[in-house]
């Protein structure tokens, strides 16, 4: 039994990929259309935009209108368009963009 | 008397219509002539007097009214005074040959569109017909009007913000200034013998005068390249020090101040304006956040940067969150854009910068205005 086990212990998990595509959502912040992969959790892109939307909305308060959002993270680049209220929300990994 | 003259064919849209008024046949004949050239085409009717003006005017409706100051029976005020209460969209402008400053401001104060001295050669006549023109073309846009009680900052930034092209000349007394505004930005300025910035100076240094808006010429040479907004501010700061005490100023040390900024003894501005931010192209304000929330922030051209620095930090820390739970690393920075501004906020040490541009900054711009403003910050 013991040597089974070594000879079918499960892979080690590596770090999920970057998800790399488009959504698009809802002034409620509801996914509309998704290029992303499923392998990135819907909750994560629910996450995403919402605060997007929470973004545009606080900025209007704030006295600055914003149409275009980008947002530098280490590994990840996130554009968000503003639209009717909705918004149009790009990720980029890093490598995918030092590669263009 | 009335006359319509206008011999080009008819176009869809409903003819402007001038209407103009002088004692003098000759010379309501030549205007009528020039003007029925303009491009837009329009109808040009004559009265000799100012009650037959009225009456025209009580008959049918004209976007423009041409007078002359100086008319037997009804001056050309009289006729105003009566236009403007009972058509107050009418477009007014007034031709004299009078060169009397204190007329030109009674006018002006009582809401014409243009005060003009009677064309004496060609091009001033070719002046008057585009200003006649740019007024046609202004009423056909719509707008609002009255804005005889607004100081001359206001007026530019009114200029400004809504990114026209248009010569505003101001005159105070006997000096006469202009301000050439070109897409929202202020590309130029003489008065007397100056030009440039130190003009534009020169005329905001004025208390008080009459403005008015004429036509961009085509073509004018930029002189200013600084931001209408660094240009505001740094001629407001120059008149607040000709009014304070030399000595006052003369005792800054600007980089203990930099380094010790909870202990600051000089404003931000009075600092940001020697760094000389005003003067990077297409930069409106600049607004250091230390990490640490008990030093004050450090603020340039943002009279309140409170809900401004609220909002940046908000939005990093929740961005960093969201980073983190879904593994996008660390946040470097972000940029908004809209139609009126863009902003850039990225983090330097315990520090984050957030630095205001125009909306019509390029991309490739604000990157080196941000780099700008971080060096001169950093020196």
Redesign the interface.
């Known amino acids: 039994m013991g040597l089974l086990k070594n000879l079918f212990k499960p892979a080690a998990r590596g770090p999920a990929p970057l998800p790399s595509g488009s959504f698009t959502v809802d002034r409620s912040g509801e996914i509309i259309t998704c290029t992303i992969p499923s392998s990135f959790s819907r909750d994560g892109l629910k996450d995403i935009s919402k605060l997007v939307l929470r973004v545009f909305k606080d900025a209007k308060e704030a006295g600055l209108v914003l149409t275009e959002l980008a947002v530098n993270f280490g590994a990840m680049k996130l554009k968000a368009r503003e639209m009717r209220g909705g918004a149009m929300i790009f990720l980029t990994p890093a490598a995918a963009r030092k590669n263009k | 008397m009335t006359e319509s003259t206008n011999e080009l064919p008819a176009a869809s849209e409903p003819k402007p219509k001038i209407l103009l008024l002088d004692d003098d046949p000759d010379v309501l004949a030549l205007y009528q002539q020039m003007m029925l050239q303009l491009p837009s085409q329009p109808e040009v009717h004559i009265a000799t007097s100012g009650p037959i003006a009225i009456t025209m005017l009580e008959a049918e409706s004209f976007n423009v009214l041409v007078s002359d100051l100086q008319m037997p029976k009804m001056d050309g005020l009289q006729v105003i005074t009566i236009v403007r209460r009972k058509h107050p969209r009418l477009r007014t402008v007034i031709l004299s040959g009078l060169t009397d400053e204190q007329m030109r401001a009674r006018a002006y104060s009582m809401g014409i569109d243009l005060y003009m001295e009677k064309p004496g050669n060609g091009k001033e006549l070719n002046f008057l017909m585009d200003c006649v023109e740019s007024l046609l073309d202004s009423e056909k846009r719509g707008g609002f009007r009255g804005i005889q009680s607004k100081s001359l900052v206001d007026l530019i930034q009114l200029e400004c913000l809504s990114g026209t092209s248009t010569v505003l000349k101001i005159t105070n007394g006997k000096a006469e200034g202009k301000i050439w505004v070109e897409n929202g930005e202020v590309i130029d300025a003489s008065a007397d013998d100056s030009e440039g910035e130190e003009a534009f100076k020169r005329i905001l240094s004025w208390k008080a005068g009459s403005f008015e808006t004429l036509p961009m010429e085509a073509g004018h040479p930029r002189k200013i390249t600084a931001s209408y907004h660094g240009l505001l501010l740094d001629s407001a700061q120059t008149m607040d020090e000709a009014k304070a005490d030399s000595s006052a100023i003369d005792g800054i040390n600007l980089s203990e101040d930099l380094n010790a900024a909870s202990n600051t003894t000089v404003s931000d501005t009075q600092f940001f304006r020697k760094a000389g931010l005003g003067r990077i192209q297409g930069v409106e304000f600049a607004l250091k956040i230390p990490q640490e929330r008990s030093i004050p922030l450090q603020k340039w051209g943002l009279e309140n940067a409170g809900?401004?620095a609220?909002?940046v930090q908000?939005?990093l820390s929740?961005?960093q969150s969201?980073?983190d739970?879904?593994?996008?690393?660390?946040?470097?920075?972000?940029?908004?854009?809209?139609?009126?501004?863009v902003?850039h906020v990225s983090m330097e040490g315990a520090n984050t910068f957030a630095v205001g541009m125009l909306g019509t900054v390029s991309r490739e711009q604000v990157e080196q205005n941000v780099k700008k403003v971080l060096e001169r910050w950093a020196s």
């Open positions: 809900p401004m609220a909002w908000d939005t929740q961005f969201l980073g739970k879904c593994e996008f690393g660390s946040i470097q920075g972000f940029e908004g854009r809209g139609v009126q501004r902003l």
